[in-house]
């Protein structure tokens, strides 16, 4: 079975800041994973997603994850943290005909 | 195109009550999902159509659960005696096909569900 395992519920960062979202996953076979991020009364939104070509993908807003099989790790990085990157982000693995499972997420917190 | 809409936004009902949502795919998108998130949790997986043929459901869909996608457009969601625990945030996305690699799900912004 598929699962998704975020290590922090929560991180700080101050704005110019590196930020780090940690993910775990688990799967029986090779996975497509994603990053989602959700912003506070809107929709979720696709930052990225990885599916078997480059291990280092590139999404929005200058957010980037690195597949990495030995470690079975997707973590989310940006090498400067902006006030708008303030919301809750998913790391999420598709299983069986395509449906998605989220962890339970990670909030991220920027200060001034 | 605007993207996967859903109504309403906003629910509030009774213990008890009949309640349906609806979903509005994006046009060209034969694959639709549901999902609910409670506070603090992420979206977990209710139900899935590719055109009409309801084709997954979770062990989460109690018999009080209900989903249609009668033309394969929009989808209906219905709740019949609705309870406390049923108070959600319910998202439904939207798909392409499978083709050589998944494709990202597409999301509403939810229908908020508060039972009283």
Known sequence: AQSVTQLDSHVSVSEGTPVLLRCNYSSSYSPSLFWYVQHPNKGLQLLLKYTSAATLVKGINGFEAEFKKSETSFHLTKPSAHMSDAAEYFCVVSGPTDKLIFGTGTRLQVFP | ?116
């Open chain 2, 1 to 116: 195109d605007t993207g996967v809409s859903q109504d309403p936004r906003h629910k509030i009902t009774k213990r008890g009550q009949n309640v349906t949502f609806r979903c509005d795919p994006i046009s060209e998108h034969n694959r639709l999902y549901w999902y609910r998130q409670t506070l603090g949790q992420g979206p977990e997986f209710l139900t899935y159509f590719q055109n009409e043929a309801q084709l997954e459901k979770s062990r989460l869909l109690s018999d009080r659960f209900s989903a249609e996608r009668p033309k394969g457009s929009f989808s209906t969601l219905e709740i019949q005696r609705t309870e406390q625990g049923d108070s959600a945030m319910y998202l439904c996305a939207s798909s392409h096909d499978r083709v050589e690699s998944v494709s990202p799900l597409h999301f509403g912004n939810g229908t908020r569900l508060t039972v009283t």
